[in-house]
């Protein structure tokens, strides 16, 4: 209610005095208020789309003759998951700031970083980097306690550590000293910002076959198993640490880069706003 709350008070705030102040509203939140008020505005709105659809959301665009609100989504697979409800949606992929994720020297070991959720599958990247005979460092926030200790704890030791929740320039540094990342999503990731962070660090990325990471990587940076198939994800890594960091680095340069994301933005609110 509190989120609710918030969103309401927001947008009234919007309808009340927002031409006064703003050119466009960009609408990042997954709450279906800013969606459904829209037309109470009197400026564009655009929301991105960072999900796979969802009921509240869709409703709030559905019960509306005419919605007003421009979409974006971040990947084409995100697109084409909302285009039946938002058939105009265009795509503005997410970036990352290049500077930031410099490029490492690599190492001996694996890398896996992310929210320690059961979506994300951390125990796949244990399972796979076990079988492949390589050490594993695991990095990012336990977002789901039981998980953590039933499911990826039993597999720690023997190679696979848990290094805890890193600040950037600390988790850049593991990424950048690692031979590759694995990238294990258990639901149809959206974009996966991983992927992009590891390539900008020059690691290679050896993945599932899920939502958006197809798009993202190629045979030059990356290798992509079926979804869910750990043993076909563990043949894969040997092949994945042999490839090129600077091809890497290079993909993340033209595909991932935060100003590539600015600029269609930039474009956009130049559009709406004229």
């Given at each position: ?39 109470a505005?009197?400026l564009p ?14 409703s ?32 503005v992929?997410n ?97 996966g ?46 092949e ?35």
């Amino acid at each position: 209610m509190a989120e609710h709350h918030a969103c309401l008070q927001l947008m009234l705030g919007l309808a009340r005095d927002g031409e006064e102040r703003f050119d466009v509203v960009h609408n990042n939140s997954l709450h279906h208020l800013p969606v459904a008020m829209a037309p109470a505005l009197r400026l564009p709105v655009v929301t991105t789309l960072h999900t796979p659809p969802t009921p509240w959301l869709e409703s709030a665009v559905q019960s509306q003759d005419h919605c007003p609100v421009t979409f974006t989504a971040v990947s084409a697979h995100t697109a084409k998951a909302w285009r039946a409800t938002v058939p105009a949606v265009r795509v503005v992929r997410n970036g990352v700031d290049t500077r930031r994720w410099p490029v490492g020297p690599g190492g001996p070991h694996l890398v896996w970083s992310g929210r320690i959720v059961p979506e994300k599958g951390p125990h796949l990247a244990a399972k796979a980097a076990r079988r492949a005979r390589l050490p594993l460092h695991v990095a990012g926030p336990v977002g789901d306690g039981r998980y953590f200790a039933d499911r990826l704890a039993p597999l720690l030791g023997n190679g696979v550590e848990y290094v805890g929740h890193l600040g950037r320039d600390d988790l850049a540094q593991l990424v950048g000293g690692a031979a590759a990342a694995l990238v294990t999503p258990c639901w149809d990731e959206p974009y996966g910002v991983v992927v992009a962070e590891a390539l900008a660090c020059g690691t290679p990325v050896c993945g599932f076959d899920r939502g958006a990471l197809g798009e993202t990587l190629t045979p030059d940076c990356g290798r992509i198993a079926p979804a869910d198939h750990v043993d076909a994800l563990a043949d894969l890594i040997h092949e994945t640490v042999r490839l090129d960091r600077g091809t890497a680095r290079e993909r993340a340069e033209r595909y991932c880069w935060l100003d590539t994301m600015t600029d269609g933005y930039t474009a956009l609110y130049e559009e709406l706003a004229a």
